[in-house]
Every structure is written in C-alpha cells, then in structure tokens.
C-alpha cells in the first residue's frame, strides 16, 4: 500500500468499512511508515477536537442568571 492510498482511505473512511486484507495492509504500512503513523496520530486527536466541539455546539446555553434583590 501506498502512502497516497492509506492517507485516503483513512480521511474517507473507508479504511473503517474495508476488509480483512486491506485493513491488514493498511496496518503494515503504519507499522513501516513513519510519516503515516504520524499522520494517523493527527488526525485521531483532530477528530476528537471536533467531536469535543460539535458536543460543545450542541449543549444548550445556561439561562441567564436572576438579579437578586439586595
């Protein structure tokens, strides 16, 4: 596998879905390939960037606070 062809099945998602063989060299290419264990440890952190963000989206405002008679 090429470093071209996993960096695309791995931001497609189809890496996810493929099947035994591919997943198997998708593996072996990560485990020889610096830069694309690099990348895959980037992506994953990304991904939970975002998904942090898109909770943080979601999550409705905390209604305003009531002025208190002093």
Do not use: V
Request: some cysteine.
């Amino acid at each position: 596998m090429k470093c071209r062809d996993y960096i695309f099945q791995l931001t497609s998602g189809q890496l996810e879905d493929a099947g035994t063989a591919t997943q198997i060299a998708a593996w072996q290419h990560r485990m020889i390939c610096f830069r694309c264990r690099a990348f895959t440890r980037n992506d994953r952190a990304l991904q939970d960037m975002l998904k942090g963000y898109g909770e943080h989206l979601q999550t409705p405002p905390a209604p305003p606070a009531k002025p208190t008679d002093s």
